[in-house]
């Protein structure tokens, strides 16, 4: 295969998997995003776009170890009721809405200058779901509130 073609199906591949990730209520072929981007992975590879060798290159697997243990501590933070915990206490200090929202923000956005974005997120994501149940509030962000009260 001439190197055009091969940037041609793999533009058309990266184009497909795109799709497929992003549409996920696609009726054609609904597939979830793991799957999507596994399935363009393995086009690639079968095409001859891309090597096996080359792939295995590709993946860094600090980064998959790292996000592997960020997801069991959060698992074993989630079973022994940390974030429930921590919700109360956030819930006692900040006392309103927007002070929540404030200090969630500046929290989020002081950690990730810190700490790599994604132990952010993988930490985060359960005390913010924590802090909306225990406090009873909406689960919609405003601006969907505000357009369905339209």
């Not at 090597?51 to 790292?66: F, H, K, S």
Request: aromatic share 8%; glycine share 4%.
């Amino acid at each position: 295969m001439k190197h055009w073609e091969q940037e041609l199906v793999a533009t058309v591949i990266f184009g497909i998997s795109y799709v497929l990730i992003s549409g996920r209520q696609l009726k054609i072929l609904p597939l979830n995003r793991p799957a999507a981007a596994l399935l363009g992975a393995v086009l690639m590879i079968s095409t001859g776009v891309m090597t096996p060798e080359r792939a295995d290159r590709a993946v860094n697997y600090d980064t998959i170890v790292l996000l592997l243990a960020m997801m069991i501590i959060s698992a074993y933070l989630y079973l022994a009721h940390f974030f429930e915990w921590a919700a109360d206490a956030v819930l006692e200090f900040s006392r309103t809405p927007q002070r929540l929202l404030l200090y969630l923000t500046l929290t989020s956005g002081i950690l990730s200058a810190l700490l790599v974005n994604d132990t952010i997120c993988l930490m985060l994501t359960p005390l913010v779901i924590a802090v909306i149940r225990r406090g009873r509030l909406p689960m919609l962000p405003v601006s969907h509130r505000a357009r369905d009260q339209r």
